[in-house]
Each structure stands twice: as C-alpha cells, then as structure tokens.
C-alpha cells in the first residue's frame, strides 16, 4: 500500500474509535454532572437541617426561660394573695406584669423560632424531592454509562489495536502531522483534495474549502507515498480515488 492508502486506513479506524471514545465519555461527563447536582442537593438538605435544629433548640431555650418566668409568676401570686400590706401588694403586683410582659416576649421570640423551623422543613420537603428525582436521574445515568462501556469496550479494544497496527505502518513525521490535525478536528485529519476545474487547474480542499496549490496536486497524483498537507487547515489531502479503493 502506499503510505497515502495506509493514512487513509489509519483515518478510518482512528475516526471510530475517536467516536467511540468521545461517546463513553460523553456518558461519563453526564453522569458525573448528574452526580454532582446529587451532590450539591445532599449538601443543601445538610445546611437546611442543620438550621432547623438551630431555630429548633432556640425556641427550647425560650420556652424553658419563659417557664421559669412563670414560675416566678406564680410564687408572686402566691405572695400577692398573702400579702396584707397594700404597698408590698402593688409592688408585687407590678414585678408581676413587668414579668408577664417579659414571658410574652420570649414567648413571641419561642413562636418566631419555631414559625422559621417550619419555614425550612417546608423548604427542606422540596429540597428533599428534588434529591429523589436526582437519584432517580443519577441510576439512569449510571446504567447508561455502564451500558455504554460494556458496549464500547470490546469494539475499542479492537479498533485500538487495529489503529496501533495502521499506525506502524505510517512513518513518525508523517504519523506527527496526522496525530496533530486529528486532535485539532476531532478525527478529521484527512481532507480529501477536491478538483473545481482539471483544465484551469483549480483544486481546493474538501474540508476547509480553501484553494490548494496545482503543484501539490500534481506531487500527490504523481507520488502516493509523500503526504501532502493543506496549506490553510494542515490536514493531509488525499485524492478520491484513494479513498474509493479502502473505504
Ligand atoms: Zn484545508
């Protein structure tokens, strides 16, 4: 074969497993993308429940002041019911509604903790469907991305070896300029060199469009074993026929 044709086997398979691989890594993108949000929700339900706890153990601390407010309440009633002096008995009688008016407030600080817990469990409920509908999206994209593998694997083994085969064959130079124009345009090293006018010796190159000189023209049609590259996207050309005989 000459080294066109063998750049042009190359081309074939290098092309399908390029495919193959960027299919199986597509799947495994997605799937972490998907882990990631999975991720991200675990970490909200954290800090949301966290954040009840804390408005949760607030409103206890109130409640347990506020009953203790009470307590003293309650012994000064005790003493304003004994009491026989009418100055000891309004001066009760006011601690008492200072005292009363301080449990209201704690109280009214207990029922703002709680109306905020309750606030965030609401919140944590969404957050926590959410979270079910992630996990349901995660499995899929965890079977999917197995499917993918346990599909891809075999056929890339395959291909990798027939590459490293059709890549032997290839001198290092030459093998360097398609490696290179392969990585630039995802597996389209090869351009096939089209002619827009035999007689006014006009060519250009089928992938980038771009005019290629007759004179590289005529070395390819004349010599099959010395790559030609297109001036403008460094993709090696190849004539038609070459690839009509290999494809
Ligand atoms: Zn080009």
Do not use: W
């Amino acid at each position: 074969m000459t080294l066109i044709a063998d750049l042009v086997s190359l081309h074939q398979v290098d092309s399908q497993a390029r495919a193959l691989r960027s299919r199986l890594e597509g799947a495994q993108r997605h799937k972490a993308i998907q882990e990631r949000q999975g991720a991200q929700l675990q970490t909200r339900m954290d800090e949301v429940r966290a954040q009840i706890r804390h408005h949760q153990s607030t409103a206890a601390n109130h409640e347990a002041e506020s009953g203790s407010v009470d307590s003293r309440i309650e012994s000064l009633r005790q003493q304003l019911n004994a009491s026989t002096n009418p100055r000891q008995y309004s001066a009760i009688l006011a601690e008492m509604k200072t005292l009363q008016s301080k449990r209201d407030e704690i109280d009214e600080l207990a029922l703002a903790q709680m109306q905020k817990a309750e606030e965030l469990q609401t919140k944590l409920t969404e957050i926590e469907q959410q979270a079910a509908e992630r996990a349901k999206v995660v499995d899929v994209a965890k079977a999917e991305f197995e499917t993918c593998r346990s599909e891809v694997a075999e056929r890339l083994a395959s291909l990798e070896q027939e590459r490293a085969a059709a890549a032997a064959r290839v001198p290092r130079s030459e093998l360097d300029a398609f490696t290179r124009a392969a990585d630039l345009y995802e597996g389209e090293a090869m351009a096939e060199l089209v002619t827009i006018d035999l007689r006014r010796r006009e060519y250009v190159c089928g992938a980038c469009n771009m005019e290629v000189p007759a004179e590289k023209y005529a070395s390819l049609a004349s010599n099959p074993n010395v790559a030609v590259t297109c001036t403008s996207c460094q993709r090696i050309l190849f004539l038609p026929q070459v690839a009509a005989t290999h494809s």
